[in-house]
């Protein structure tokens, strides 16, 4: 079984620290595939698309070696892209969903991102002094006391591959302009959110079980980045979740 993982906004495959790893021990014989939006990344010279269905068909071009049917998981923005991928899809292209954190046009733009995030994820985007600005991201992100060696990590990861400015503007356009067709592309998906998110309201991904009947689980303390925050949780969920 072949798995797909997609990040969020200005986010790349090295964001996803060990997750990849534990997911790699609780499911053995499945392949993990850590995939990088455009402008971030191994991708990080090219320019972003400022559009969903833009970004969906550059990472769909970039998976292509990679036999289907994909099993996708994805994180805020990626998970965008992920439903947008679902939905246009061929049949059989896609097997199984899960979205953690997750937006969308079906819900109101203050929940999609919440008011106090608004301007500091602006501020935070146009900070210069990269250190400061990826410790900052990462208390915003995540819930978990701070880390200094994650900290250092990050710091390292956009020194070696950075987002640049319009990058960011471009992911940012492309994700508050997204909303879904209102056809459901599956059956069934797992939606993961967490209520100590504070950047988008969990009720974002509570609309996808009330339209869809998808199943939800909500996690009662994580952040929005809550793989990296209750990474074993997660795990869990999916392995619950997934047809035996």
Known sequence: ??????????????????????????FPGHQFHLVDLPGTGV??????????????????????????????????MGGMVALDWAQHATEGEIQNLVLINTSS?????????????????????????????????????????????????????????PVSYANAYAQMKAAMAYKPLP?????????????GDRIVHWNCSKVFEQR??????????AGHDLPMDDPEWVIQQIKNWLPK
């Open 1 to 26: 079984m072949h798995w797909i993982l997609l990040r969020g906004l200005t986010r790349e495959q090295s964001h996803w620290g060990s997750f990849s790893r534990r997911l790699e021990e609780a």
């Open 43 to 76: 991708h990080f010279k090219e320019p972003s698309p400022d559009r969903i269905a833009e970004i969906r068909e550059k990472v769909r071009h970039n998976v292509g070696h990679i036999p289907a049917p994909y099993n996708l998981i994805a994180l805020s």
């Open 105 to 161: 046009g079906f819900s109101l733009p203050w929940r999609r991102m919440r008011p106090g995030a608004w301007p500091r994820i602006i501020r935070l985007l146009a900070r210069r002094e990269l250190f400061d600005r990826e410790a900052d991201i990462l208390r915003l992100t995540s819930n978990r006391p701070v880390d200094l060696d994650v900290m250092k990590h990050w710091y390292s990861i956009q020194r070696q591959r």
């Open 183 to 195: 056809q459901r592309p599956l059956p069934n998906a797992l939606v993961l959110a967490s209520k």
């Open 212 to 221: 869809w009947q998808w199943t939800l689980k909500v996690h009662s303390s």
